[in-house]
């Protein structure tokens, strides 16, 4: 999963951004229109929102929904809206918005932290904000983790974490408020979402300064394509991708 964090997800993000970015699915007349799709937004977008599609469901309600859609449709034809059902009913889950939230819609979602502490360094309130691209209005439901991780012994160490679902402009987390302050916050901690992150400037320092320390490669490899995206938008002088 490191690899796809940091190669695909990467390739994908800076694809979504540009002006020729469209909604995953299309409309597919024949093979050329195949070879012409095949790209960061089909293949590597697609498979991002593969991987939230089965944290949003869970993974076993994922495999047993897998399990019904393959034993009522084999050796036969069958649409999207087949596996949703199957996957609905094993998981609860209302998945026809969702599915065209991100399958029928173009641009990635930008998500940050919002939080108070107190004077004892405990967190009093937490929420993580959603933003869009304006010419890109649409804000989706995300299933994500939210890690914090501290420097110990010259090691960044995920210490807490919880996942949980957000939707809109504003999600508050109760879960986080009573809980110290980390050296380090990271939205989408697990990788499970699709979406660009913004750092707090406390964890933004943290990821300056310690970004080979962490001893979970996953969250060195999220974190480092975001320093590297950043990096290199700065150096072409433009807009960093993660404001």
Known sequence: MDYFTSHEKSWAYREDQMPSTHPVVANIRDLEDVQVNFDAITYAKGGSVLRQLVAWVGQENFM?????????????????????????LTSGRELRDWSKLWLETSGVNTLRAELTEDADGNISSFSVLQS????????????????????????????????????????????????????????????????????????????????????????????????????????????????
């Open 132 to 243: 869009n691209h304006p010419d890109y209005p649409t804000l989706r439901p995300h299933r994500l983790g939210i890690g914090y991780y501290n420097n110990q012994n010259g090691k960044l160490v995920r210490t807490h974490r919880v996942e949980i679902d957000i939707d809109g402009a504003k999600t508050e987390v109760p879960e986080l408020v009573g809980t110290a302050r980390p050296d380090l916050i990271l939205l989408n901690d697990g990788d499970l979402a699709y979406a660009k992150l913004r750092l707090d400037e406390r964890s933004w320092q943290t990821t300056l300064d310690h970004l080979a320390d962490f001893t979970d490669s996953q969250a060195r490899a999220l974190l480092g394509v975001l320093h590297g995206i950043q990096q290199e938008m700065l150096k072409q002088n433009q807009r960093t991708l993660f404001t």
């Open 64 to 88: 047993k929904g897998l399990a019904s859609y393959f034993k009522k449709h084999a050796f036969g034809n069958a649409e999207l809206v087949d596996l949703l059902t199957e996957l609905e």
